[in-house]
């Protein structure tokens, strides 16, 4: 008997944060009483600009603090350019999130009823098809990123947008979504292309923005940390130092997440030359 009662509680330990466990979650009585409590356009409209903010800021908070610890300089990518013009950063972003966002996001309520999203915890996707339609999310904005970006380096449209966004040399954490307002909503659709294809329930909405936003600001942060994140067990995902290049360049590395279409395309040549550069004159 002992070992059938240890059996049930490793398997209701292991199983606690699955979606539709039928033990019973955390999530699952959160979720509900979420659900209970607030009308869907309450839950579409202020959760999803709470779960916004919050992840974004939480995200950011780790980088923001290794500025400050000098163990952690070691793992800066341009080591002798400091964090710089970050109240002003802060600024743009406020303006953007509840000027530019927080309108758009209004619109989730009415996307979710056209497109008969469901609200209830019963109809929540296993976390294996949740990973799926991230990873199909993913995709879908990463090809988007990379054409729609390399288009704003174009010299006649870079200095009236993208050139907000590359005002930042040496990116930090919150430079993720600084951007000028046009450049916000153009590559933003990308984000929305996933969700329209691949969304059947406001959860896989919100796990896709929580998985949005640690991939842009990883590869924001001015930090190579591989084994703080996860998103580096990803195959062929880019990181920051990729994207920190693209900084510092200006030219190549255009993809959001995966290295596939700057491979294809041979515009990560400049990235690897200088690297390989880098590793030559260390030896």
Same mark, same amino acid.
């Given at each position: 008997?002992?070992?059938?009662?240890?059996?049930?509680?490793?398997?209701?330990?292991?199983?606690?944060?699955?979606?539709? =466990?039928?033990?019973?979650?955390?999530?699952?009585?959160?979720?509900?009483?979420?659900?209970?409590?607030?009308?869907?356009?309450?839950?579409?409209?202020?959760?999803?600009? +709470?779960?916004?903010?919050?992840?974004?800021?939480? +995200?950011?908070?780790?980088?923001?603090?290794?500025?400050?610890?000098?163990?952690?300089?070691?793992? $800066?990518?341009?080591?002798?350019?400091?964090?710089?013009?970050?109240? %002003?950063?802060?600024?743009?972003?406020?303006?953007?999130?509840?000027?530019?966002?927080?309108?758009?996001?209004?619109?989730?309520? @009415?996307?979710?009823?056209?497109?008969?999203?469901?609200?209830? @915890?019963?109809?929540?996707?296993?976390?294996?098809?949740?990973?799926?339609?991230?990873? %199909?999310?993913?995709?879908?904005?990463?090809?988007?990123?990379?054409?729609?970006?390399?288009?704003?380096?174009?010299?006649?449209?870079?200095?009236?947008?993208?050139?907000?966004?590359?005002?930042?040399?040496?990116?930090?954490?919150?430079?993720?979504?600084?951007?000028?307002?046009?450049?916000?909503?153009?590559?933003?659709?990308? +984000?929305?292309?996933?969700?329209?294809?691949?969304?059947?329930?406001?959860?896989?909405?919100?796990?896709?923005?929580?998985?949005?936003?640690?991939?842009?600001?990883?590869?924001?942060?001015?930090?190579?940390?591989?084994?703080?994140?996860?998103?580096?067990?990803?195959?062929?995902?880019?990181?920051?130092?990729?994207?920190?290049?693209?900084?510092?360049? +200006?030219?190549?590395? @255009?993809?959001?997440?995966?290295?596939?279409?700057?491979?294809?395309?041979?515009?990560? $040549?400049? @990235?690897?030359?200088?690297?390989?550069?880098?590793? =030559? $004159?260390?030896?």
């Amino acid at each position: 008997m002992n070992g059938t009662a240890d059996l049930v509680k490793s398997i209701e330990t292991l199983t606690s944060f699955l979606p539709n =466990n039928p033990l019973g979650t955390p999530l699952e009585s959160n979720w509900r009483y979420m659900t209970a409590t607030y009308t869907e356009w309450e839950i579409a409209t202020y959760g999803s600009i +709470f779960v916004h903010e919050v992840i974004y800021f939480m +995200f950011c908070l780790p980088s923001f603090l290794f500025q400050f610890i000098p163990s952690m300089k070691r793992f $800066k990518i341009q080591q002798d350019k400091p964090e710089e013009r970050q109240w %002003g950063c802060v600024k743009l972003l406020l303006f953007s999130h509840f000027c530019i966002q927080a309108p758009m996001i209004l619109g989730t309520y @009415y996307f979710t009823q056209v497109f008969g999203i469901k609200y209830d @915890y019963d109809s929540i996707p296993r976390w294996y098809v949740l990973a799926a339609q991230v990873i %199909g999310c993913a995709i879908i904005e990463d090809t988007w990123h990379y054409f729609l970006h390399r288009l704003l380096h174009h010299k006649r449209l870079y200095k009236h947008v993208h050139k907000v966004h590359h005002s930042y040399t040496a990116p930090f954490g919150l430079v993720a979504e600084y951007a000028h307002p046009i450049e916000t909503v153009v590559l933003g659709m990308g +984000f929305f292309i996933g969700i329209v294809t691949f969304c059947n329930h406001m959860v896989m909405m919100w796990v896709w923005v929580a998985v949005r936003l640690l991939e842009t600001i990883d590869v924001h942060t001015g930090y190579d940390i591989p084994w703080l994140n996860p998103m580096h067990l990803i195959p062929g995902y880019a990181g920051s130092r990729a994207h920190d290049f693209h900084h510092q360049n +200006f030219v190549g590395n @255009y993809s959001s997440t995966f290295v596939y279409w700057d491979k294809l395309f041979g515009t990560d $040549k400049q @990235y690897k030359d200088y690297y390989a550069q880098l590793k =030559n $004159k260390q030896q």
